[in-house]
């Protein structure tokens, strides 16, 4: 069983920036990556890294003004997001999964809590 806690959500004007955080219980490798959930609408996923070599992935929406990177500690991620706007806002989730090959935003197995993110 993997836990997963975020940190870093906030309510910021249009054009800001946040930087969110998740930390993952373990060290195994694995791919991890951050989803949204905006009310009304359904989850969605927006950027993901494998730690074992770097590789990210980024939903169409985001590519561009998101950036997640593994902390030094591979078990630490983060996503850094610039240019936000008011479509943006939505409830942040961090998510694992195996690291098998990439074929989109699914088979997440474990998720946080969840992190409030306001534009």
């Known amino acids: 069983h993997v836990q997963l806690v975020e940190s870093g959500g906030d309510s910021v004007q249009a054009g800001g920036s946040l930087r969110l955080s998740c930390v993952a219980s373990g060290s195994t490798p694995r791919c991890m990556a951050w989803f949204r959930q905006a009310p009304g609408k359904e989850r969605e996923g927006v950027a993901a890294v494998y730690t074992v070599d770097g590789r990210t992935y980024y939903s169409e929406s985001v590519k561009g003004r998101f950036t997640i990177s593994q902390g030094a500690a591979k078990n630490e991620q983060s996503l850094q997001m610039n240019s936000l706007k008011p479509e943006d806002t939505a409830m942040y989730y961090c998510?694992?999964?195996?690291?098998?090959?990439?074929?989109?935003?699914?088979?997440?197995?474990?998720w946080g809590q969840g992190t409030q993110v306001t534009v």
């Open positions: 998510a694992h999964r195996r690291p098998t090959p990439w074929d989109g935003f699914q088979g997440f197995r474990y």
